[in-house]
């Protein structure tokens, strides 16, 4: 998970290199030779050859799709796999914090560190207990 705060005016795919740079927990390492991959699901901000030139140089396979082409896909595949509603489902669970929702903080260090919390919150949530 990786958050960066930027202005409202600032589009998304200037920012895709700061996002992936300040992962902060890294995965486990892939032995790629049998297969495995890692896949990054974006939303169509993310579209253009810059951005998926950064994503591949970063060891990433992109998966930007838009909704329509989505939607168009699962009619017409039975066997494609949705990608889109990840991005998607992680921006609905920090609408669910009323705090963050609406900026009313002054600061960005302190609306920062309530975007950290909500994310530690949700992280948590999603852990099995055994």
């Known amino acids: 998970m990786s958050i960066v705060l930027t202005g409202a005016n600032r589009h998304d795919v200037t920012q895709i290199e700061i996002v992936l740079d300040s992962i902060e927990v890294q995965r486990p ?51 494609f796999k949705a990608r889109r509603w990840v991005v998607e489902r992680v921006f609905s669970w920090l609408n669910l914090f009323r705090k963050i929702l609406v900026r009313y903080e002054k600061y960005a260090f302190t609306y920062m560190g309530l975007l950290q919390l909500a994310c530690a919150f949700i992280a948590f949530r999603q852990i099995e207990f055994i």
């Open 29 to 79: 390492e892939f032995d790629y030779s049998q297969g495995a991959t890692e896949n990054l699901c974006a939303d169509k901000g993310y579209y253009g050859e810059p951005a998926l030139e950064a994503i591949v140089l970063r060891g990433y396979i992109p998966h930007v799709v838009s909704r329509g082409e989505e939607k168009q896909n699962i009619e017409n595949n039975p066997e």
